[in-house]
Each structure stands twice: as C-alpha cells, then as structure tokens.
C-alpha cells in the first residue's frame, strides 16, 4: 500500500457540521448580548479552536472569546446535533480501509465533550475506536501546529511517509505537512479548492470515496 495510516479532520470531512456550527455561533452571541456574525466568516474559521473563531469570525471583544467559547460548547447539544450529517459514502469507505487493514485516527479541533458523541451518533466509531479519536483537550498547540499529528504518530507508533493527513482546510494540511505527512485536501468542505491548492497538497479530491484510490 501507498499509506498505511490515515489521519482524518472530523468537520468538514468526515461530517457536515458547518450549519450546527453557524447555529450555535449565533446563539452564542445572542446570549451574549451581540449582534450575529456573517455565516460565511464563520465558515471560513471551522477547523481553528473555538476561541479563534469567536475572534476572527464574530463581533466578541478578544476580552470575552474565552466566555463565548464556554457558552458555546454548553449549548451545542441542543443546537446543533439535529443538524449534523455523515457526508456521503464515509461510511462505506472506511469499512473498505479497515478491511485493507489501514491505521485510522481522527485529529480534530473539536473538544472531545461534543467529539466522541459525534463520532458515536454517526457510526464512525465502528471503524475508528474513541481511542483514536484526538482532539483540542489533548492540551497542545492547535492546528496548524504539527503537534497533534505528532502526538498520533508517536502513540501509536506510526512513520510520517507512511501517513496521510486528510482534511478540509489549509489548517490540516498545514499540520500533516510539518508533521512530515503526506496531506489530501477535500473539496467539498470549508474551503475552496483554490484555498486549499494554497497549502500544496499532495491530492485533492471531491469526494470521500476517492480516498480508497490512493492507498493502492
């Protein structure tokens, strides 16, 4: 095989979450007694840790980013998850990997509080275990640090050339890139194709099942 490993971002690539996202956003700053943010800034920041995004994508003062954060992860749940869907053929393709015995792991910015019951909600973990499942609580510098990849690389005793880090924004494959990685960008996520040819990918593709592809 070409990778024996894969490293998936989870929003934007394993899940279309940008609508819960954008929900609990405006919730978030009409509790805080704000006006809404542009849906299309916040897109742009999905994949950066939530203080990021309240910053560069909301009208929160730097000051309140950490208390927005806080709300936003409290009334997620109830906003968003109705509106949360697998993207098509993710299931049946990592089955197919699984069965070509490739090493998955999952490299979110998401918290675990509401990563690990996504991952179980939508039939992910049947195929990658919550034990590979990493994400911003690992209390590392977030993407597009390398510190994740390299945190997964070194747990589960994985070789660099051997990987490849799957995600939807410049921001995942900036990091699988300084971790050594060999990096795909999807384009039906976050970013534009054009954004994410910015970060010098080693492939694009338009839709998961591509990604079976590129292991052989």
């Given amino acids: 095989m ?20 954008i929900r609990t956003v405006q919730g978030t700053l009409q509790q805080m007694g704000l006006p809404p943010a542009d849906p299309v800034a916040v897109s742009a920041t999905i ?9 560069l994508a909301t009208p929160t003062p730097e000051e309140r980013t ?11 749940p109830s906003l968003a998850l109705e509106h949360i869907t697998i993207f098509p053929h993710v299931l049946e393709t990592l089955r197919q990997l699984v069965q ?35 994400g ?27 990987t490849l880090v799957v995600g939807d924004t410049v921001y995942d494959l900036q990091m699988g890139a300084a971790a050594g990685c060999h990096t795909c960008g999807v384009t039906y996520g976050n970013q534009t194709r054009t954004q994410l040819l910015t970060a010098k990918p080693t492939h694009l ?12």
């Fill in 66 to 76: 950490e208390e927005a954060a806080a709300i936003y992860r409290n009334i997620f």
């Fill in 2 to 21: 070409k990778y024996k490993n894969i490293l998936f971002d989870f929003d934007g690539t394993l899940a279309d979450t940008r609508q819960g996202i």
């Fill in 100 to 134: 070509l015995g490739v090493v998955m792991a999952i490299v979110s910015s998401r918290h675990h509080i509401s990563l690990d019951p996504l991952v179980q909600q939508l039939g992910v973990e049947r195929y990658i275990p919550l034990s590979r499942v990493y």
């Fill in 205 to 216: 593709v338009d839709s998961f099942e591509k990604i079976s592809a590129l292991i052989s």
């Fill in 136 to 162: 911003e609580d690992e209390g590392l510098k977030p993407k597009p640090a390398p510190d994740l990849a390299l945190k997964v690389l070194h747990e589960l005793s994985l070789a660099p050339e051997e």
């Fill in 47 to 55: 994949g950066l840790p939530l203080t990021e995004c309240f910053r």
